[in-house]
């Protein structure tokens, strides 16, 4: 095993074990005196895509509930390891949130360099929705399920001619869904990565690439328009946006699961209070109809689970990816 891998695997059991409670534990504040100026919301990407739009739909109803300006600051960079680095050194006083997607419990085991330890170093407040990826292939591939796909794949592999399956990006989750099913099903395909879902899809409709796993919100309008010809799902239920599509665990896999998440973080030791505070306005705001409306608009599931759903998420995250990643030896810089 690689000698990097255990270090990390090790450490950061060990801090989940011993400073999980740790948030919970905190020193409370009385939430009415919260917030006390305007509160800045990091999020790990460029303004426009749909963690930015999700993070001014939360925005504007913590504002609403608080009475306090609450902004989003895009900070974009290294795969999202800047806003991770930024939100865990914040002062604890709950003007600095993060919003955050599994990038966070993936990058650990991505980069040799990481200052940021997903397990320990953040006050989870809330899970905010989760979101499937789907593997869609160009119509001229000539396959409609799962497994055409993958008899497909096996036999063009052994042809010495593989299939060119795409990803949003290296490292990224629609990458590490394909790495996944790849070790699952024993079958092998050129993978070549793109910067962003966008790009990716434009090349699949163009037939420069035979497949991609790319987030729902990304694909389905080319598949409701029967551009793009929807596989599978990977999450462990059906979307409500692509109900006739299968899960890969139903079609093929029993138990594959890779489900996206996004969650709401604050620095390390920030009060009880202010923690419990905005979890209960997230929770009222993806309730809401018009936000659910338009989350799922967004191909996100909105799901509002409290601090202890997102920590055990994050625990879980860490050592499912981080067996995937050693496995698959990918390394980033």
């Known amino acids: ?8 695997r090790r450490l950061l059991q060990g801090i989940a074990l011993a400073a999980l409670p740790a948030w919970a534990g905190a020193a409370s504040a009385p939430a009415a005196k919260y917030p006390s100026a305007t509160v800045r919301i990091l999020v790990p990407t460029a303004a426009g895509g749909s963690l930015d739009t999700l993070a001014r739909l939360l925005a504007g109803r913590l504002e609403q509930d608080f009475g306090q300006s609450f902004v989003v600051e895009n900070k974009p960079g290294a795969n999202g390891n800047l806003a991770f680095e930024t939100a865990t050194r914040a002062t604890p006083d709950g003007l600095t949130l993060l919003l955050a997607s599994d990038a966070i419990t993936i990058n650990p085991f991505l980069y040799r360099q990481v200052h940021y330890d997903p397990v320990g170093g953040y006050a989870p407040v809330s899970l905010v929705c989760t979101a499937a990826q789907v593997l869609v292939v160009h119509p001229g591939l000539g396959v409609g399920t799962l497994a055409g796909f993958t008899e497909l794949a096996r036999r063009r592999a052994a042809e010495g001619r593989p299939l060119n399956i795409a990803s949003p990006g290296a490292g990224s989750a629609g990458h590490l869904a394909g790495v996944l099913y790849q070790q699952r099903a024993h079958v092998s395909w050129t993978h070549v990565p793109y910067k962003g879902g966008g790009p990716a899809v434009a090349d699949l409709l163009g037939g420069h690439v035979d497949g991609l796993f790319v987030t729902l919100a990304s694909a ?35 138990g594959f699961d890779v489900t996206n998440w996004e969650g709401l973080f604050a620095p390390p030791g920030t009060p009880a209070a202010i923690v419990d505070a905005l979890q209960h306005s997230v929770a009222a705001g993806v309730a809401d109809a018009a936000v659910r409306e338009r989350l799922l608009g967004l191909g996100f599931e909105p799901v509002a689970g409290g601090p202890r759903a997102l920590a055990a998420l994050v625990r879980d995250n860490t050592g499912k990816w981080s067996k995937v990643i050693e496995q698959a030896n990918i390394h980033l810089e």
């Open 220 to 254: 389905v309008p080319q598949i409701q328009a029967k551009a793009l010809v929807a596989l599978a799902v990977t999450t462990p239920a059906r979307s409500v946006a692509l109900p006739a599509v299968p899960t890969v665990a139903e079609a093929a896999l029993p």
């Open 1 to 8: 095993m690689n000698t990097v891998y255990r270090q990390r």
